[in-house]
């Protein structure tokens, strides 16, 4: 360890009056109800600062007992004395520590009104880094971000740092600790010389928070430090209120059960501001999404909702602007390479240290990936929200400087040809659409940004049907084992926020509901019938076929097939002698059975098929019974018609007689000749 260079970031006191909660600059004027309910509920922060003062009304447990800080406690989880117990009068920057804190998990347990956290629902691990010699923060800051990462915390609030614009050793280790473990966030606060950054606010995966004043339309303060960084980099990420900030005060006294407060100005406040927020944005996936998000996610999720101070651009000064909760009140899409379900027993079973983890490298299994290596590709298609415009943010980490950074590149894809690339966006604040007659996307060069975006007007999407967003793995510098992810890995992972944009219809399959029809137990006889409704999410049309079915066969019913269009309401009657005779159907386990299969023929989807049937049934059928003949009455004869029948008779006899004698006569003659004709075979001698 070596004691830091005096601080560089006073905080500077304000006039009491200037005391107004500044966030809810950050949430201002939420439509979403799941979102003005964030307060950071299951987030636990940590924080490594001057200390805290544990019994003040923020943090004790209750209003008259302070705690003992581990899992149970109302706030602490943890507090790590190593260094120091406690935020000490006459300790250099006494108070910071507990101002920090307040900012970042403030519940007032007394009710007083004007100090409670926007992440008021957090809790937080507290590291105290100063003693009476001054700043004790080790070099091997990486011993910190372990012992958080060991006890649940993604996010880490640093509002310190040395007096050096330089890449340094802790610069270089935050990045080696980052790419090693994606859950890992660490918010920096930049300095207060109103120039380039200071470590170890340039490491590149750390959100570096420059200061604004606490107005909605405000403007940023003068004396915040900002990017560029040494290395050409953009710096800044977000901006967050940094001005007369209200939190709580430290007196010094451990047992005097205080409650006071005031206001203090820098990037020491505004660094905790951001955290804060991100808390929420930490909550929100965890609690719809079911998972915790790494930090590449959040960093895409920040610069998503942020707003421009100074320009609807990213710059060096504000970075992407001020995060507003609201920006997600109409919808998010995110996509997380590195959700799993459990990531700190991946930590953990890597040995949960940087010496360890790089040993012990992770080829990302359990999560959903994917993880690209060089030349491959993921995309995804949506729909454009109309009327909104789209942006897209990917965020992906870097590894440390001497190494180069890996380029995934951010593209959209329109349905009529054209295409987006990450990070060129002009001075109206959206990206520049180009043809792919033109050029393509990979001709286009890319900054050295980790964190990119693509911004489309909504004007300019109207008769889009479809959009895809691609990234692609344009070049990866790994050269360690394939099919790893780390320092030395060949495969990189991402986060994706956007907002303006819908998925894709996906084809749900027609809904077929009956409305009239058979019912268990019935007995038919003579016809029955069935009534439908059948309709399509997608409006797409619908074929319908209907089966009479049974254990042992099927009848398809040819005057029950239809073919439909979005919603219909079809009738299928059944005459019994007239479809199902002379089949034996005579049974009590009948069932209709509806198919129904729409037409949709869309690139990202398939046709669906639904189907239903009814409860059984029976039919029972009876052949009628044959009629006896009819019987004519008898008819009375008379003389004359049996004068005629006997004359009749006599012909016929004599006919007859005729016949015989002929018959007689010719097989006579018959005889005598065939005496004369040969057999058809001769007997040789």
């Avoid at 990450?422 to 109206?428: L, Q, T």
């Avoid at 956007?498 to 996906?506: K, R």
């Amino acid at each position: 360890m070596r004691a830091m260079v005096a601080l560089v970031f006073i905080a500077l006191l304000a006039p009491q009056y200037a005391s107004s909660p500044s966030s809810e600059v950050m949430v201002v004027d939420v439509k979403d109800e799941d979102l003005s309910a964030l307060d950071g509920s299951g987030v636990i922060i940590a924080v490594a600062d001057t200390g805290i003062d544990m019994d003040h009304s923020c943090f004790r447990n209750s209003t008259e007992e302070v705690g003992v800080p581990g899992p149970s406690h109302r706030k602490i989880i943890l507090l790590n004395d190593t260094v120091d117990d406690w935020d000490n009068q006459g300790h250099q920057q006494f108070r910071h520590g507990t101002h920090i804190a307040g900012i970042l998990a403030c519940d007032a347990v007394d009710g007083a009104e004007g100090v409670s956290s926007l992440s008021n629902g957090s809790r937080l691990l507290v590291q105290d880094v100063v003693d009476s010699t001054g700043w004790v923060v080790p070099d091997n800051v990486d011993s910190l971000l372990s012992e958080a990462s060991a006890n649940g915390a993604v996010i880490n609030s640093w509002s310190w740092g040395d007096n050096s614009i330089n890449y340094t050793n802790r610069s270089h280790t935050i990045d080696e600790w980052t790419v090693e473990n994606p859950w890992s966030l660490i918010f920096v606060a930049p300095g207060n010389n109103g120039g380039m950054m200071l470590e170890p606010s340039n490491a590149y995966n750390v959100v570096s928070v420059a200061a604004t004043d606490s107005e909605e339309n405000g403007s940023m303060w003068p004396s915040s430090s900002h990017g560029p960084d040494v290395n050409g980099r953009r710096g800044t990420l977000i901006s967050a209120p940094g001005m007369g900030v209200v939190s709580a005060k430290a007196d010094g006294n451990k047992s005097s059960m205080n409650n006071g407060t005031y206001a203090m100005t820098g990037t020491s406040m505004a660094t905790p501001m951001a955290a804060s927020f991100t808390a929420l944005l930490q909550q929100k996936v965890e609690q719809e999404y079911g998972y915790t998000p790494s930090a590449p996610l959040l960093r895409a999720m920040l610069a998503s909702s942020a707003e421009g101070i100074i320009g609807d651009g990213p710059d060096p000064i504000q970075g992407y602007g001020r995060p507003n909760l609201d920006s997600f009140s109409e919808g998010l899409f995110i996509h997380d390479s590195y959700q799993v379900e459990d990531w700190m027993s991946i930590i953990q079973s890597r040995g949960g240290t940087l010496d360890s983890m790089k040993s012990n490298p992770w080829n990302g299994s359990e999560a959903v990936g994917p993880f690209l290596s060089q030349n491959e590709s993921w995309s995804e298609f949506f729909r454009p929200t109309p009327g909104e415009d789209v942006e897209i943010v990917m965020s992906y980490n870097a590894r440390p400087m001497g190494q180069e950074i890996d380029d995934l590149r951010l593209i959209l894809k329109t349905s009529d040809g054209r295409f987006a690339v990450d990070d060129k966006i002009g001075s109206s604040g959206y990206s520049q659409l180009y043809y792919s007659s033109f050029t393509t996307p990979i001709a286009l060069n890319s900054s050295n940004e980790t964190t990119v975006m693509i911004r489309v007007a909504a004007e300019m999407l109207e008769d889009v049907e479809w959009i895809e967003v691609e990234v692609l793995a344009n070049s990866i510098s790994g050269t360690g084992q394939n099919g790893t992810l780390g320092i030395d890995g060949t495969m990189l992972g991402f986060g994706i926020a956007a907002t303006g944009v819908s998925d894709l219809i996906q084809n749900t399959g027609p809904t077929i509901v009956m409305d009239d029809g058979p019912s268990g137990g019935e007995n038919y006889s003579n016809n029955f019938t069935i009534n439908l409704t059948i309709s399509d999410m997608e409006l797409d049309g619908i074929f319908v076929e209907t089966n009479l079915v049974n254990s042992n066969f099927s009848i398809n019913l040819d005057e029950c097939t239809f073919e439909l269009v979005n919603l219909s309401k079809i009738l299928c009657t059944i005459d019994v002698s007239r479809d199902l005779v002379p089949m034996p159907i005579n049974r009590e386990d009948w069932y209709f059975e509806i198919n129904a299969v729409d037409d949709n023929s869309s690139f990202w989807t398939e046709s669906r098929n639904s189907s239903f049937e009814t409860e059984i049934f029976t039919i029972w059928w009876e052949a009628p019974l044959l009629e006896e003949p009819v019987v004519s009455p008898p008819v009375e004869k008379s003389d004359s018609v049996r004068d005629n029948r006997s004359l009749i008779w006599g012909v016929l006899g004599i006919v007859a007689g005729v016949v015989v004698a002929t018959s007689v006569m010719f097989r006579s003659r018959e005889n005598a000749i065939s005496e004369w004709v040969l057999p058809p075979f001769r007997e040789e001698e």
